[in-house]
């Protein structure tokens, strides 16, 4: 992880922040000891976990879900303002047509800015490599932009859905940014591989994926030669990407799969298609092969591989896996089985075509039925309350600033270490460190503490038209939520902004504005805001 | 950790720093009171590590056989040689340090252990690991979360059981809160400070439910509060430990500081990753043995005063497969090793039977046979050193007995 400061040194409190910070918990400790929470422990000392929820997680609030608020919730990094005013007039139907045509939805605004502010997203793998040499730096500032631009559409592109399927396809056939060449083949394989076919065939994404160099680094078939085949691309592809680990092929699988897949590699020959993928006869296994129970005659060619993904895109685990994993994402932790009967119904009638999935998913019952099901991973969080407040930022060190406190959170893109992705289970990641972190960048945002990003905190109560601290706090949660909160919380909150005055009373705009940043902070860090 | 960090860190370790003196530890007998557990320190060694490689069965011909390029020669003269510890099995090079916790027997090995269903997932693997019940998933909690449910509700601190890093080990898994705790000195809420009782107050009534959430806001709060008090600028590790500059080594420190600071610790959770090497094991393995070694070593030396009170114990998924691929790595394979270290544990002596690697010992498809169940070994830390009687509730279907001898108590 580079060494770069997380946000301004200006203040106790803003050092505070910084990772490994010197004496950050001495300030603290003396303001703690009048705080109401050893009340509360005092109260509960035989608190115990739920058993059940280890499961998945649900939320204490199950507001009452307004449908369209629920489709933008789950199918969006955050609900921007005046998007869901747009999606109510324009229909659920017709605005998830729009969001499954993505290239009909202007995007040219953010297309031009990603072009000017990140110009190795279209270089060539030897163009990248180049920069990587002239740079000595291992591919850092490759990879580093591609994360800021990863970023940066998540939080302004107009195609959402698509955005999100996106990332659901590169945490899918994930990969680590910092092994060996994948920090610099990563750009390509996120461009040829998962936004040239989120929404396409999955057929299409896998034949795709297996012929990514970025992914050949990274699960190691750059080196599968026939002489001592490497397994690790072999298993992960069938337990990771395709048909699931219980779909019932043995080790001797793994093992002939490998071998379809020797001298799939990568080309280093220096004739200026560095990074390339190349197929090198010489070290592939021709002979015979059994892969699932059925045969494959062997030539020396890709062909071997190319059956392969053929029979597991077809597999009825692979449509059920992938079923499986799409409603995860969308609709729960652990989805009602009837939703994923159908989309994996769809997956098979269709031939795996995402969309179609898709519309199957988000159309569902079970899918309207699932409010407050889903918990926020920290990425989502992070994006999802710059979303809501409205943030602007435009330099690449306004988007760095923004993604260092991903470190401390666990969800930096594209830095999972294991081939299987990020967990998309709310129980994996609702734990002290997680909410502690959410809590700490709630206020940074609030404060705007980020060098080059610009929340829009000033004039904040006003521009709610908030008069009194009821008010205040009903357009806060209106502005951030966009479902409502239960009375003991929101008085809880209006008690917060009066301290002691009418919670209807008229108070001056400049004591609301003052307020504002601790009242953003406690519902960004409150249990409603953790929903999507 | 990043390989980034790995590799920056792997230039600082060339000179590896030991203390210039080393305590000798001469623990008490057995015979604590019986109310008194130890401090269980778990690692998971992520990936599968080739426990060949590690704890080298240098005196198995069969070894070199399948082993031509990524073996590790048989101790003698020069660098890069394992290092004896009975004649027939040594430490990797890299985990020199340890020798010396070895030799003042405070450091065992168990060979050949390892879950007796292996599909050689990864997932699969760590996952019925943790949760101790290998090859099937009915169970919801893990290991330890089952062993502290059972043993004690009075210790009711937020520390009582911590997982260092992003996420809670699955083995804490349970009903019992587990702290996620990344850095001591990051731990406390920021922003808000002039404010504190309003704000704080606000944000855990906010909490004041009993979901899932709710308990980890109400953990988090806890854990605040206490943690205010231990400062860990002012923390220096005793005896003349140094432990590496690496997110495993800060790890092991901070544990060092908590137990320390006396904060209710019995268990405490770490991963170390990077152990899935499918290639090019002899530029990866060295660095990451050296920072395992390094790190273990100076825990040893930093908690030497309370070592008679703490078990840490090693654990991996899966080792690797015992021939060697075309790519300079080995695919995954079956048994693997454990690491035992503590003031409890019968040290300088390697544990289990040896299997061999003859052909015919091989288990599919060519891995190290499991010879110890890693239960077993579990099972005798927690009714000799943890103080659970009822090891059938961590471990339920599975028949306990047979210990190896490896604890004292």
């Not at chain 1, 631009?149 to 396809?169: D, G, I, K, N, P």
């Not at chain 1, 071998?259 to 020959?269: A, E, I, L």
């Not at chain 2, 599919?364 to 005798?380: F, I, K, M, N, W």
């Amino acid at each position: 992880m580079s060494g770069a400061p997380l946000f301004r040194e200006e203040g106790v409190s803003r050092r505070g922040l910084l990772k490994g910070a010197a004496g950050a918990g001495i300030a603290s400790a003396a303001l703690l000891q009048s705080w109401p929470v050893r009340a509360l422990q005092a109260a509960e000392p035989e608190r115990r976990l739920p058993i059940r929820e280890l499961a998945g997680i649900v939320p204490r609030v199950a507001a009452p879900a307004d449908p369209v608020a629920h489709l933008l919730h789950r199918t969006t990094f955050g609900i921007r303002p005046g998007e869901l005013e747009r999606a109510r007039q324009m229909g659920i139907a017709s605005w998830l047509d729009e969001q499954l045509a993505p290239e009909g939805i202007d995007d040219s605004e953010v297309d031009a800015q990603v072009g000017a502010l990140f110009p190795t997203l279209t270089r060539s793998a030897q163009e990248l490599l180049d920069i990587a040499d002239q740079q000595s730096d291992g591919g850092y500032s490759v990879a580093m932009e591609l994360k800021r631009a990863t970023l940066y559409r998540h939080l302004f592109s107009q195609r959402q859905l698509y955005e999100v399927m996106v990332e659901f396809w590169n945490n899918h056939f994930s990969m680590y940014h910092f092994k060996d060449d994948v920090s610099v083949l990563k750009t390509i394989d996120d461009r040829a591989v998962s936004r040239a076919l989120a929404l396409g065939r999955f057929r299409d994404l896998l034949m795709a994926s297996a012929h990514s160099p970025a992914m050949m680094v990274y699960l190691d078939n750059q080196s599968n030669v026939a002489d001592g085949p490497n397994e690790n691309y072999a298993r992960e592809l069938m337990e990771l990407h395709t048909v699931g680990v219980d779909a019932g092929y043995t080790q001797q699988d793994v093992h002939e799969v490998a071998r379809c897949f020797t001298g799939w590699t990568v080309d280093y020959n220096d004739q200026g298609t560095n990074g390339e993928f190349l197929f090198d006869p010489g070290s592939h296994d021709a002979g015979p092969k059994v892969v699932l129970g059925v045969a494959i005659a062997g030539s020396a060619s890709t062909l071997d591989g190319r059956r392969v993904l053929e029979i597991l895109a077809r597999h009825p685990s692979c449509a059920r896996f992938i079923s499986t994993k799409l409603c995860r994402r969308f609709v729960a932790d652990v989805p009602p089985t009837s939703v994923v009967d159908k989309a994996a119904a769809t997956f098979s009638a269709t031939g795996g075509d995402i969309r179609a999935v898709l519309r199957t998913i988000l159309l569902s019952d079970e899918f309207f039925a699932s409010a407050g099901q889903k918990l926020r991973r920290p990425y989502e969080f992070h994006v999802a309350a710059l979303r809501v407040l409205g943030a602007r930022v435009s330099t690449a060190d306004g988007l760095d600033n923004l993604i260092w406190p991903l470190y401390s959170l666990g969800q930096v893109p594209f830095e999972w270490e294991p081939p299987n992705g990020y967990p998309d289970v709310g129980a994996a990641w609702a734990n002290t460190n997680g909410l502690l972190n959410r809590w700490n960048l709630a206020a940074a945002l609030a404060l705007n503490w980020f060098d080059g990003v610009q929340v829009p905190m000033r004039g904040f109560a006003g521009r709610t038209g908030a008069r009194t601290p009821a008010q205040l706090v009903d357009a806060v949660a209106a502005l951030l939520l966009q479902r409502g909160i239960d009375e003991p919380d929101r008085s809880r909150l209006i008690d917060y902004v009066a301290q002691g005055r009418p919670a209807g009373g008229r108070v001056a705009p400049w004591y609301l504005n003052q307020q504002a940043p601790g009242l953003v902070s406690l519902v960004l860090g409150s249990p409603y805001f953790q929903w999507r | 950790m990043s390989k980034l960090t790995r590799r920056g860190f792997l230039g600082a370790l060339g000179a590896a720093t030991l203390p210039q003196w080393f305590p000798r530890l001469a623990f008490a007998a057995p015979g604590r009171a019986s109310s008194q557990r130890d401090t269980l320190v778990c690692i998971f060694l992520r990936g599968g590590a080739d426990g060949v490689s590690v704890v080298v069965p240098f005196g198995d011909a069969d070894y070199y056989r399948n082993r031509p390029t990524i073996g590790i020669q048989a101790p003698g003269p020069g660098d890069g040689r394992a290092v004896d510890l009975d004649g027939f099995f040594g430490f990797h090079p890299s985990l020199g340090p340890l020798k010396e916790v070895w030799d003042d027997g405070g450091l065992a090995v168990v060979q050949a252990i390892g879950m007796p269903i292996n599909n050689h997932s990864h997932f699969d693997s760590m996952d019925w690991m943790e949760r101790g019940t290998p090859g099937e998933r009915r169970l919801l909690s893990g290991w330890i979360g089952r062993h502290l449910a059972a043993v004690d509700a009075t210790n009711t601190s937020p520390f009582r059981a911590i997982g260092f890093g992003d996420f809670v080990q699955a083995s804490l898994r349970g009903t019992v809160p587990a702290t996620a705790l990344g850095s001591i000195a990051d731990f406390h809420l920021q922003g808000f400070e002039d404010q504190v009782t309003r704000f704080q107050g606000t944000l855990a009534a906010l909490y004041s439910g009993t979901t899932f959430l709710d308990v980890q806001a109400l953990q988090t709060f806890g854990a605040v509060d206490r943690l205010a008090a231990v400062d860990p600028t002012q923390y220096g590790p005793e005896h003349g430990a140094v432990y590496p500059d690496t997110d495993f080594g800060n790890a092991m420190k901070q544990i060092g500081q908590l137990i320390k600071a006396d904060l209710g610790l019995e268990v405490a959770c770490v991963d170390l990753g990077g152990w899935d090497m499918h290639d090019t094991e002899t530029a990866q393995l060295p660095g990451l043995l050296a920072d395992l070694g390094a790190t273990l070593h100076a825990f040893y030396a930093d908690l030497h005063d309370r070592m008679g009170s703490i078990t840490v114990a090693t654990m991996t998924e899966f080792g690797r497969r015992i021939e060697e691929n075309a790519s300079g790595g080995a695919d995954h394979g079956t048994a693997s090793f454990m690491f035992l270290m503590g003031g409890g544990i019968n040290g300088g002596r390697v544990y289990g039977s040896w299997p061999t690697l003859a052909p015919e010992a091989l288990a599919d498809p060519g891995d190290l046979a499991v010879t110890t169940d890693y239960r077993t070994v579990l099972s005798e830390i927690l009714e000799r050193r943890l103080g659970d009687p009822q090891v059938d509730q961590v471990f339920p279907g599975f028949a306990a007995g047979g210990y190896l001898g490896v604890c004292r108590g």
